[in-house]
DNA sequence: AATGCTTATAATGGAGACAATTAATTTAGC
DNA sequence: GCTAAATTAATTGTCTCCATTATAAGCATT
């Protein structure tokens, strides 16, 4: 285990990343640089490159002189991201399923125990979100496409936030259960066809939804 | 015409863009914070910053404590990355074409034809590179899919230095311009299938000019 | 001569101070 | 009383300077 050196940019991005997608930074809301950096014991700069960085992840939206605030998707953004994902997952994994060795069939399933695992335990949604990106990408690595990988990567941050509220809120977690071990087994099989369609439907079924339960609450929110 | 008021970042991130993709800072070059200040006259904060969104376009590779160097693409990165937009934009085309209004399609008309004059002039590439990104923006704009319409846009910012390439080596001109009537052509018929086979080609067939021409290019520094 | 350690050098990372811009508030004019 | 200009306050943008890190050069040891 390599120790590795952060710098504080890279902290404040870790952190302030983590705290848009767990809901403690609510979407819409402003981000004043000289607030998180008094709080996080830094000084501006490093705040101003994180939320940078973090608006090229799509987390953040930032204006010239006016300020940064998390940003919020409404619901055809999020059937748009989704459907994206679709799209390129799909292909990676078609891609993939051919060339991918008996030591990343193992290591997948490996990481898929792990994963069923940690549902259960207490603050699941964090691991589980990170152990799922890497069985994901487990399963795409066949692909030897890493640029898609990294996009793939970078709009599963910005799904995320969404993935998490589906968990905690509906039966997603017993449903993503399942078909995750379906899919595994499919890959083993090297049934290409059938592991694409599940995954698509794996996708779409959760954007459905996801998508229902945001327009539940923005109905909710009118009322009111 | 309103005047837009520019940050000294946006401008410095405006200038190197340029500059990496005319040419003028080779691949593979370092990008020093301190030179660059000086010769653009600001200090190393927007230079800095400039360089992280110039990482997020992936015009540039930035490590810590290290510095940043101007990105180079490998052969088979450039194969990816053309593989990409093929399947992204002729997915943004195939759902736009139904949607395409009569204004749009004026619209576009009036692009290609600005195209197509700006092909003979000097400094062709830089003003054809943003034409040519409006007038496949304008054909995708019926799709309604504004965050892969901006994906598309940053992935072709990177695939543009070698795009230009191709413009000025060999005769992508004149395929270039024949394809782009052509499609416009499709487009107003309303056929989506060749229209999407004609963009597809459209792209993988750059795409493998590119590939021959990066070939040709390593086999001679090689001999060297 | 080769290896490992120490020291120098050059680059980046970050803090605090100041300038520029925007938004809010007050004041002047009708 | 209301609109518009002027002023003030809050926030962001940028500069300068110092701290930290990585690389290169020199030195001693074997």
Redesign the interface.
Known sequence: MTIV?K?RT?LVVETLREKILNGAIKAGQPLRQAALAEELNVSR?PV??AL??L??EGLVSFE??KGATATELNVS?VD??F??RA??EA?LLSASIPNLSEAKLEEATELLDRLNQSLGKENAANTWSELNSNYHNCLYSGAN????QD?VNTLNKNADRYIRMHLLWAGGISKAESEHNELLALCKQKDVANAVALMKQHILGSRDEIKEFLIEREKSIELK
Chains 1, 2 share one sequence.
Not at 145 to 148: A, K
């Open positions: 050196y710098t890279q700069i101003r490159e940078l960085q608006e090229a010239p002189h953004q748009e991201l459907e994206l799209m390129l292909d496409r890493p640029q898609t996009l």
